[in-house]
Structures are given as C-alpha cells and as structure tokens.
Nanobody, 114 residues
Framework: QVQLVESGGGLVQAGGSLRLSCAVS????????MGWYRQTPGKQRELVATIISGSSPNYADSVKGRFTISRDNVKNTVYLDMNRLKPEDTAVYYCYYRDTVGYWGQGTQVTVSS
C-alpha cells in the first residue's frame, strides 16, 4: 500500500516563500508521476505541477515562473518550492502519486496573507 506524507504548509505573507514536501512509501513502480494539486472551498481540485522522472515538469499557467517542482528518487520525495506567493495561492495543497493507480496525500494548508 502506497502512503504519502506531506509537510511544509503554513501561513506566509504575500511575496514570501514556502516549501512543501511529500514522502512516498510502500510498494511502487519506478515509472510514476508525482505532483501537487490544490483546492479551495467550493472549487474543484486543480493541478499545480507534476513531474515524471526523466521528463520536464508540467505547471499550471498561474504558477509558472514562481513555483518549482522537483523530486528525489532516492528519498522517494517530491518537493514544491513556492516563491512570490500571492493571496490567490491560498488553498489546501495535495500531494499526488500515480503508477498503475493514483494516490493522494492528506493535504496541507497554505495561507497567503495580503
């Protein structure tokens, strides 16, 4: 069973930075997708960024140039470095992992104050 454990959310002022981490444990395949989605109340969960090992990352237009996704295949961890944060980035951020099936983390709150 795959488990995802997230960390790094919190409260930050606009223009600040945060780093999210997600450690994946359990039985998984080497070829997989790791990424981050976010959700605000009343809205659908939306893609933030995804990364496949050996491929270029994929970003939502709203975060391009501000967020960077990376992965450590030894630690089986995916990171999201968020810079120049805006109040509209406020959301619950969910880690995502997929090989043959998809798995979600428990979510971590990111709040950006203006």
């Amino acid at each position: 069973q795959v488990q995802l454990v997230e960390s790094g959310g919190g409260l930050v002022q606009a223009g600040g930075s945060l780093r999210l981490s997600c450690a994946v444990s359990g039985s998984f395949f080497r070829l997989n997708v790791m990424g981050w989605y976010r959700q605000t109340p009343g809205k659908q969960r939306e893609l933030v960024a995804t990364i496949i090992s050996g491929s270029s990352p994929n970003y939502a237009d709203s975060v391009k140039g501000r967020f960077t996704i990376s992965r450590d295949n030894v630690k089986n961890t995916v990171y999201l470095d968020m810079n120049r944060l805006k109040p509209e980035d406020t959301a619950v951020y969910y880690c995502y992992y997929r090989d043959t099936v998809g798995y979600w983390g428990q979510g971590t709150q990111v709040t950006v104050s203006s």
